[in-house]
């Protein structure tokens, strides 16, 4: 038993040693890569390992195309002394990230959730940025690959870090939060997204309280949106800076939310009009008002950020094409984000309203009744024309003369070259796999 401890125990000064060698390396390098399709000269490329190929193949490649060295962790393909055999690529850019995170020793704010949570990351990064040198997540690269990269990105001229920390089972955001060692969190909500790897709803809330349970444990700040009461309940005994809409008690107080289409908000005397649509995405707004109050950005700055910021990437973007305005939402869809997608848009003051929703993924055994309930909700909105893609929507079809059900996106095509839809509102919701931005070829 003595000499299993003494073993591992000499492994551990070993690896520390390795990663304390590999980012004196890392730090004389530009960046660092996964991807030799991405190499830039002088920069580390560390060769993981997926599903169907070994990046290990790629070591030469990356040595030729300008990398400073390369991360293995088969010695098959050791080139020479530019090359770092380690017994795991992965694990080493995850010690790696750690490492240097806690080299830089700099202020992070994480975020997670189970929507916006890249909405808000760009609209915290945003603000922050109109006070300090921030970098943020780029894009959604958010999980146990895309944390350590963010993390590496970070340097000694970045004064504020933004993580986005992305999950679909428990202990992801445990772990993550062991690499990034944020300092201050927030929780964008707790919706119905990847329920069949979490298990459920009460699953989903386990999963994303583990940022809460390490920034508790750690004596760390979150943020906390006083109108959701999982939040409330969640922090009660935590270090908290709050926010709420007319709510006294909040740390920030937001006087006024309005959205049609357009998210507009009031506080301090201050009115807010944003290009992001949605009372959904008023959360989001509010939540990167408040980080910047509470990092001293002035008033007017915050303002100018949010008012300035621009959604892209098929995220509640508002466009209009021939006759017809549409608001494309086909980034992602869960039943969280589809209701609240639903609830705006038939409250905008608008005429000829038309929905196309498509299938929403990673439901598991919920799947069924959670498509079932989005259909049913829609019974009696006969003002709206309802165009449902996908096999489980399909799976659910009901006859009601404004319901229109397709099995796969070819098919509703086909009733789109055939019928053109004019002078409407359109809705396009739908999961990421489902593409439905294709729709607008055909309006």
């Not at 949106?225 to 740390?251: C, R, T, W």
């Amino acid at each position: 038993m003595i000499k299993a401890l003494f073993r591992a125990f000499i492994i551990l000064i070993f690896l520390k040693m390795k990663i304390s060698h590999i980012h004196s390396l890392f730090l004389k390098c530009k960046a660092v890569s996964i991807d030799t399709r991405k190499i830039e000269p002088n920069s580390m490329f560390v060769a993981i390992k997926g599903e169907n190929f070994d990046a290990n193949t790629f070591a030469k490649e990356a040595l030729e195309k300008g990398a400073s060295c390369v991360i293995i962790d088969n010695k098959d393909y050791y080139v020479d002394q530019r090359t770092i055999l380690v017994e795991d690529s992965l694990t080493a850019l995850q010690e790696l990230a750690k490492f240097h995170r806690q080299y830089l020793k700099l202020p992070i704010i994480a975020l997670t959730g189970s929507n916006g949570k890249t909405t808000t990351k760009e609209l915290i990064h945003a603000v922050l940025s109109k006070k300090y040198n921030t970098k943020a997540t780029v894009g959604n690269l958010n999980n146990h690959i895309g944390v350590p990269l963010t993390l590496l990105s970070f340097d000694n001229e970045t004064e504020l870090g933004i993580v986005e920390m992305g999950a679909n089972h428990k202990k992801e955001i445990e772990f993550l939060c062991q690499l990034a060692k944020p300092d201050y969190g927030y929780i964008t909500n707790f919706g119905k997204a990847h329920l069949e790897g979490f298990g459920g709803v009460k699953g989903v809330i386990e999963g994303k309280s583990e940022m809460y349970n390490y920034l508790s444990e750690n004596i760390k700040l979150a943020f906390i949106n006083l109108d959701d009461p999982i939040q409330v309940e969640k922090s009660k005994k935590m270090k908290s800076y709050s926010f709420g809409v007319n709510k006294e008690e909040a740390d920030v107080n937001i006087n006024s939310v309005t959205a049609n289409p357009f998210v507009e908000i009031s506080f301090s005397n201050l009115s807010v009009k944003t290009h992001l649509i949605g009372l959904y995405n008023a959360n989001n707004i509010n939540a990167a008002l408040t980080i910047g109050k509470y990092f001293g950005v002035d008033d007017l700055a915050i303002k100018e950020a949010l008012e300035g910021y621009v959604p892209e990437n098929n995220r509640s973007q508002l466009l209009s094409k021939g006759t017809n305005q549409i608001i494309l939402d086909a980034y992602n869809a869960n039943p969280s984000s589809m209701a609240v997608a639903i609830t705006n848009f038939l409250q905008l003051d608008n005429a000829n309203k038309v929905m196309i929703l498509g299938d929403m993924f990673e439901l598991g055994e919920e799947s069924q009744r959670e498509h079932q309930t989005i259909v049913d909700s829609l019974l009696n909105s006969n003002g709206v024309v309802c165009h449902f893609i996908g096999k489980e929507f399909y799976s659910n079809q009901i006859h009601k003369d404004h319901f229109h059900f397709y099995e796969t996106f070819e098919s509703f095509s086909d009733y789109l070259q055939n019928t053109k839809i004019e002078n409407s509102s359109i809705l396009i919701k739908g999961s990421r796999g489902m593409a439905l931005e294709r729709t607008l070829g055909f309006l």
